[in-house]
């Protein structure tokens, strides 16, 4: 059974910062992609960042140069460090990890950023 289970949510006020965990059980992290996505309230889920198995990143403009992923293959776990937080950043967040077709997804985390 394959789970992924995020922690590290909470609510900040602007400018601060939090640090999202996700820990994965029955699978090896390192041959997977590994993404952080957020749902706002009415609108659709968008990437905010994902690293592959060879450690190349990438980012959503509006979160560049605040956001950091990072993994950990031996604690099969991907971190999000957030700084810099604004409001519009307020959302669910999900971490997803994709190898072929083993496409898997957590049940989120939700992060508030009070203005």
């Known amino acids: 059974q394959v789970q992924l289970v995020e922690s590290g949510g909470g609510l900040v006020q602007a400018g601060g910062s939090l640090r999202l965990s996700c820990a994965a059980s029955g699978i090896s992290t390192g041959f997977y992609t590994l993404g952080w996505y957020r749902r706002a309230p009415g609108k659709q889920r968008e990437l905010v960042a994902r690293?592959?198995?060879?450690?190349?990143?990438n980012y959503a403009d509006s979160v560049k140069g605040r956001f950091t992923i990072s993994r950990d293959n031996v604690k099969n776990t991907v971190y999000l460090q957030m700084n810099s937080l604004k409001p519009e950043d307020t959302a669910v967040y999900y971490c997803?990890?994709?190898?072929?077709?083993?496409?898997?997804w957590g049940q989120g985390t939700q992060v508030t950023v009070s203005s």
């Open positions: 997803n990890a994709l190898f072929i077709w083993h496409d898997y």
């Open positions: 690293i592959t198995s060879g450690n190349s990143t």
